[in-house]
Nanobody, 116 residues
Framework: QVQLVESGGGLVQPGGSLKLSCAVS????????VGWYRQTPGKSRELVAE??????????NYADSVKGRFTISRDNAKNMVYLQMNSLKPEDTAVYYC???????WGRGTQVTVSS
């Protein structure tokens, strides 16, 4: 059974940083594309960043709103995906979810709040 568990959310001031983690289990992690999404009340879930499988030469994909501020990475030895978020803005406030594309499997999310 595929499972994803997010962690690392919290409250941070504007301009601050957070690093989110996603632990993946139950599948061949290295061959899967993994993405970070976010959702605010009343809005659809949106793609924040996506990283292709270990065997792909594709560069990570980012939403325009986070380019230059967020970085997605993966540690295949640990079955982990990370989202380093810098220069955070109040509009980054959302619940952040990790998704395994091949299975359309989601974690339960972690809350990120950017506020002074």
């Amino acid at each position: 059974q595929v499972q994803l568990v997010e962690s690392g959310g919290g409250l941070v001031q504007p301009g601050g940083s957070l690093k989110l983690s996603c632990a993946v289990s139950g599948t061949m992690f290295t061959i899967n594309t993994v993405g970070w999404y976010r959702q605010t009340p009343g809005k659809s879930r949106e793609l924040v960043a996506e990283i292709s499988s270990f065997f792909s030469a594709d560069s990570p994909n980012y939403a325009d709103s986070v380019k230059g501020r967020f970085t997605i990475s993966r540690d295949n030895a640990k079955n982990m995906v990370y989202l380093q978020m810098n220069s955070l803005k109040p509009e980054d406030t959302a619940v952040y979810y990790c998704r395994l594309a091949a299975f359309n499997a989601w974690g339960r999310g972690t809350q990120v709040t950017v506020s002074s």
